[in-house]
Every structure is written in C-alpha cells, then in structure tokens.
C-alpha cells in the first residue's frame, strides 16, 4: 500500500510564496505520474500540476502557469509544488497523488493513491 504524506502547507498573505512536498512511503512497480489537485469550499477538486515520474514532463493548469511549478526527487520519492506570487483564489486543502496508467493526466478520477490534503490559505 502507497501512503503519500504532504506538509508545507500554512498561512500567507497574498504575494507570498509556499512550497509544498509530498513523501511517498513506497511507490507502486510502476509510477507513471504524480499529480497535485487542490479543493477550495464549495467547489469541485481541481487539477493543478503533474510530472511524470521517469520523463519528467511537467502539465501545470492555466491558472497556476508562470507561478507554481511542480518539480520530483525521485531518489526520496518526493514530489514538491513551489507556489509564488500567490492570490487569494490560491486557497484550498492542496492533494498529492500518484497514477501507475498513462490516461488522464489532468482528471482526478485516473490517480490510484491521495494523500491527506494540506490546507494552503492566502490572506489579502
């Protein structure tokens, strides 16, 4: 069983920088990618960045381009998600998760194995 355990989540006024990771306890036989999606009260999980483990090819949703970037340690099995110039709207309990298939990159419903969520919160 894959546990992914995330931190470096927190409290910051808007302009402000995070940087959260995500430990994999053991990854699967196959790890095709590891994604983060985040949820915001009210709304649907969203899909926010993903790499792929062994090419590292990076997705990151419009919103988020030029401000989070999604970088792996694949030696620790760790992912991270560097967040600057952070807004408000960037508020949200953050997910790591991780898929073994090649389908569905962006969609929630692809990945096998989530993590407890961190809550990311951005004051104006």
């Known amino acids: 069983q894959v546990q992914l355990v995330e931190s470096g989540g927190g409290l910051v006024q808007a302009g402000g920088s995070l940087r959260l990771s995500c430990a994999a306890s053991r990854r699967t036989a196959v790890t095709y990618a590891m994604g983060w999606f985040r949820q915001a009260p009210g709304k649907e999980r969203e899909f926010v960045a993903a790499?792929?483990?062994?090419?590292?090819?990076?997705f990151h949703t419009d919103s988020v381009k030029g401000r989070f970037t999604i970088s792996k340690d694949n030696a620790k099995s760790t992912l991270y998600l560097q967040m600057n110039s952070l807004k408000p709207e960037d508020t949200a309990v953050y997910y790591c998760a991780l898929k073994a298939r090649s389908d569905g990159i962006t969609d929630a419903k692809s990945y096998d194995y989530w993590g407890q969520g961190t809550q990311v919160t951005v004051s104006s």
């Open positions: 790499i792929t483990w062994s090419g590292g090819i990076t």
